[in-house]
């Protein structure tokens, strides 16, 4: 952070926002400036370079053969590494998670390198694609309240030892390897498979990258009926038998 003003950058668009990613850049940008701040959002195409003094970058999720453009394309640019060396915070939804990890299973059904920046591995699920709504209890260390969202995904996750789970299913498949765990997270880089998006369902999440980003523990509060809204209406539907 310089000043009063946060960097925002929002990682190709044009390959890895299939799933209304855009949302959440919104949302943090607009969180941020009910706060006072003032928000440089980068939104950075697949042809561009990745600016490595970005406080916050988001990746969103995708089809198959866009997320391995997008990870040959992050491999080799390098910027991100650079960011989150410089303790930029990542937030990461699908296949943005699953670029972040050790490999993935790609559209050529090969495995494919990640960027190695959140201990998972992804592997190609051999049952049905996870699709659906889902709820999940956020890690307690992290005093967020329920994860709620919407899953779309063939990859299965499995979290390494280095990393945590971000939340415990209570319905739905999250990371989908039978443990019950949704998403995975280090100290600055973020993973889920939560769309929806994610962020306009779970406000607080953008809070904590903002607070992360900025080093306090606290935020001014602002108004949340609407995201309460959403939030409820979401809640109930996943709730309601299939
Ligand atoms: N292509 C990945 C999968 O199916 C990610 C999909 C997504 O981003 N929704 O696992």
Redesign the pocket.
């Known amino acids: 952070m310089s000043d009063n003003s946060l960097r925002l950058v929002w990682i190709y668009p044009d390959l890895l926002s299939?799933?209304g990613d855009q949302g959440n850049a919104l949302v943090v940008e607009r969180r941020a400036r009910q706060r006072g701040l003032d928000v440089a959002r980068l939104d950075v195409r697949s042809d561009q370079p990745i600016p490595t003094s970005g406080d916050i970058y988001l990746i969103g999720?995708?089809?198959?053969r866009p997320?391995r453009l997008a990870a040959e394309r992050l491999r080799r640019d390098r910027g991100l590494y650079r960011a989150v060396e410089n303790g930029a915070i990542v937030f990461s939804?699908?296949?943005g998670y699953?670029i972040l990890g050790h490999e993935f299973i790609n559209d050529l059904g090969q495995r494919e390198e990640g960027l190695g920046l959140l201990d998972v591995v992804s592997v190609r699920g051999e049952g049905e694609?996870c699709v659906g709504d889902v709820l999940a209890d956020i890690d307690p260390r992290l005093g967020l309240p329920q994860l709620t969202g919407f899953e779309?995904?063939?990859?299965l996750t499995h979290v390494g030892p280095t990393a945590r789970p971000l939340a415990q299913v209570r319905l739905g498949r999250g990371n989908g390897t039978g443990d019950g765990t949704e998403g995975a997270y280090n100290d600055t880089v973020f993973g889920t498979y939560m769309?929806g998006p994610v962020l306009a369902r779970n406000p607080q999440i953008a809070d904590m990258l903002l607070k992360l980003a900025l080093d306090v523990n606290a935020l001014p509060p602002v108004e949340d009926r609407w995201y309460e809204a959403l939030r409820n209406e979401r809640i109930a539907a996943a709730q309601q038998p299939a």
Do not use: K, L, S
């Open positions: 299939t799933y999720g995708g089809e198959d997320q939804v699908c296949a699953q694609r779309n995904h063939q990859g769309h």
